[in-house]
């Protein structure tokens, strides 16, 4: 049974769908969406101008010490900066031959003891047919102190006539003599520490674009000895898969949003074709000791997320664009949609196994749960909105808007330990968020 509307945002509304569900979702006027309780708000507390050669930022991290940051810039250069004036801590180069429009190099994530991040090198920083792969690198000073070897494609279907798998050293010699690129070599895509950071998950795509989109791998590597541990080909559920189509999947999944849930040792992802599944060592390694893409098992669905809207016929074919799980691990919040622009946000139970609530407000392109109760939510295009919700009491805390509480909502950074979170705002300026009041943790 579904229960009334709890509020409705732009005539748009977001339901609760069981009273079991803790989530809720604050009451928002229909004008607009805005702070109701100011007692609740968070607010930019203070506003930094770091000391990085006046470049642009292309990712931001928070170091694990809350009290400095991790910024890339276009120019191809890392920096640590202190975050109770911008000034500067270190900086280094990380030059790319093969450098796109918007680019630079991304800090993917911190160690749990701050001593290192995880970003990328590049194969050959003389020929832009070149990819890129996994390094670690210091906090101290920002130096390499492992790389991890160029990661091979391993995609071969039958069905759909593709065989990526590495062809040798004849046909390597014939592409780079002929000027093409190799077809064979996957991009890091995403990489975080798991485990208390003795392992790290990556996730790897084909470095060529078209049907490419389809060639997305999972590995788990050992961060002392980089060894890979575990191995992982995306392909879709049998109920839904296309097999005319690689790995089956009739829609492009240009990302590929996953979370890691340690009290399950297990991996939740979002597939194209509006499918939550879960993965753990055991379906890794049986799905890796198969050759073809169409006998690999996708690991069990958690969950389809499907569409409110009256102009989509396929309901249930919500692509998934971001994935947020509480640390209990018990709640799963993601955001699914199709090109067209229609998107929702997902609350989700992992224990009762019930949905919770959906908006249809919500164009969320990033999803953080620092907290059970606090949920974040960065707009998909840059000239989105930034939203802090409170899912226990129902309270909306802060709502960027595109004046002096502008804040990029792709470039969000969330503090280790407390209520805390660093935003790019207009003229490379960064803003600190919080609440109100002195600091506590999340």
Same mark, same amino acid.
């Given at each position: 049974?579904?229960?009334?509307?709890?509020?409705?945002?732009?005539?748009?509304?977001?339901?609760?769908?069981?009273?079991?569900?803790?989530?809720?979702?604050?009451?928002?006027?229909?004008? !607009?969406?805005?702070?109701?309780?100011?007692?609740?708000?968070?607010?930019?507390?203070?506003?930094?101008?770091?000391?990085?050669? !006046?470049?642009?930022?292309?990712?931001?991290?928070?170091?694990?010490?809350?009290?400095?940051?991790?910024? !890339?810039?276009?120019?191809?250069?890392?920096?640590?900066?202190?975050?109770?004036?911008?000034?500067?801590?270190?900086?280094?180069?990380?030059?790319?031959?093969?450098?796109?429009?918007?680019?630079?190099?991304?800090?993917?994530?911190?160690?749990?003891?701050?001593?290192?991040?995880?970003?990328?090198?590049?194969?050959?920083?003389?020929?832009?047919?070149?990819?890129?792969?996994?390094?670690?690198?210091?906090?101290?000073?920002?130096?390499?102190?492992?790389?991890?070897?160029?990661?091979?494609?391993?995609?071969?279907?039958?069905?759909?006539?593709?065989?990526?798998?590495?062809?040798?050293?004849?046909?390597? %010699?014939?592409?780079?003599?002929?000027?093409?690129?190799?077809?064979?070599?996957?991009?890091?895509?995403?990489?975080?520490?798991?485990?208390?950071?003795?392992?790290?998950?990556?996730?790897?795509?084909?470095?060529?674009? =078209?049907?490419?989109?389809?060639?997305?791998?999972?590995?788990?590597?050992?961060?002392?000895?980089?060894?890979?541990?575990?191995?992982?080909?995306?392909?879709?559920?049998?109920?839904?898969?296309?097999?005319?189509?690689?790995?089956?999947?009739?829609?492009?999944?240009?990302?590929?949003?996953?979370?890691?849930?340690?009290?399950?040792?297990?991996?939740?992802?979002?597939?194209?074709?509006?499918?939550?599944?879960?993965?753990?060592?055991?379906?890794?390694?049986?799905?890796?000791?198969?050759?073809?893409?169409?006998?690999?098992?996708?690991?069990?669905?958690?969950?389809?997320?499907?569409?409110?809207?009256?102009?989509?016929?396929?309901?249930?074919?919500?692509?998934?664009?971001?994935?947020?799980? %509480?640390?209990? =691990?018990?709640?799963?919040?993601?955001?699914?949609?199709?090109?067209?622009?229609?998107?929702?946000?997902?609350?989700?139970?992992?224990?009762?196994?019930?949905?919770?609530?959906?908006?249809?407000?919500?164009?969320?392109?990033?999803?953080?749960?620092?907290?059970?109760?606090?949920?974040?939510?960065?707009?998909?295009?840059? %000239?989105?909105?930034?939203?802090?919700?409170?899912?226990?009491?129902?309270?909306?805390?802060?709502?960027?808007?595109?004046?002096?509480?502008?804040?990029?909502?792709?470039?969000?950074?969330?503090?280790?330990?407390?209520?805390?979170?660093?935003?790019?705002?207009?003229?490379?300026?960064?803003?600190?968020?919080?609440?109100?009041?002195?600091?506590?943790?999340?």
């Amino acid at each position: 049974m579904r229960y009334p509307l709890l509020f409705v945002l732009f005539l748009f509304p977001i339901m609760s769908v069981h009273s079991q569900s803790v989530a809720i979702f604050p009451k928002v006027q229909n004008e !607009g969406a805005s702070v109701t309780n100011p007692n609740l708000s968070w607010q930019i507390q203070t506003r930094i101008t770091p000391s990085i050669d !006046g470049q642009n930022i292309f990712s931001i991290r928070y170091h694990s010490d809350g009290k400095s940051a991790l910024i !890339g810039t276009t120019d191809f250069y890392l920096y640590r900066i202190s975050l109770v004036d911008g000034s500067l801590i270190w900086k280094i180069e990380a030059k790319m031959q093969y450098q796109k429009e918007f680019d630079g190099p991304k800090i993917f994530d911190v160690s749990p003891d701050g001593q290192f991040f995880l970003s990328f090198g590049q194969t050959d920083p003389n020929s832009q047919s070149s990819e890129r792969y996994l390094v670690i690198r210091s906090s101290a000073n920002g130096s390499i102190t492992k790389s991890f070897p160029a990661e091979n494609s391993l995609f071969y279907s039958v069905t759909a006539d593709i065989d990526y798998r590495y062809p040798g050293d004849e046909s390597k %010699t014939n592409r780079e003599e002929a000027g093409l690129s190799p077809n064979w070599i996957l991009t890091i895509d995403n990489a975080k520490f798991i485990e208390n950071g003795k392992k790290i998950l990556v996730s790897y795509k084909h470095n060529m674009e =078209g049907p490419n989109f389809y060639d997305r791998r999972f590995m788990i590597y050992d961060t002392a000895t980089g060894n890979k541990l575990n191995d992982f080909q995306l392909t879709a559920d049998p109920n839904s898969a296309d097999w005319t189509q690689p790995a089956g999947f009739e829609i492009a999944h240009l990302q590929l949003p996953f979370q890691y849930i340690q009290k399950r040792n297990s991996i939740l992802y979002g597939n194209a074709h509006g499918r939550i599944h879960e993965i753990t060592p055991s379906v890794m390694n049986q799905n890796m000791s198969i050759e073809i893409v169409e006998e690999k098992p996708a690991g069990p669905i958690v969950y389809i997320p499907r569409s409110d809207s009256e102009d989509i016929e396929t309901k249930d074919r919500q692509t998934i664009r971001s994935v947020a799980i %509480t640390p209990d =691990g018990n709640h799963l919040f993601c955001s699914a949609g199709v090109e067209t622009g229609f998107i929702q946000l997902y609350g989700y139970n992992l224990t009762t196994k019930k949905e919770m609530l959906r908006s249809s407000f919500f164009d969320a392109g990033e999803i953080y749960a620092p907290s059970n109760q606090i949920l974040i939510i960065g707009g998909l295009y840059s %000239t989105g909105k930034v939203y802090i919700v409170d899912t226990k009491l129902g309270e909306l805390l802060f709502v960027s808007n595109d004046d002096e509480s502008y804040i990029h909502p792709n470039l969000l950074a969330v503090h280790p330990k407390q209520k805390e979170v660093l935003g790019l705002s207009t003229g490379n300026q960064i803003v600190i968020l919080r609440p109100q009041g002195g600091s506590s943790p999340w």
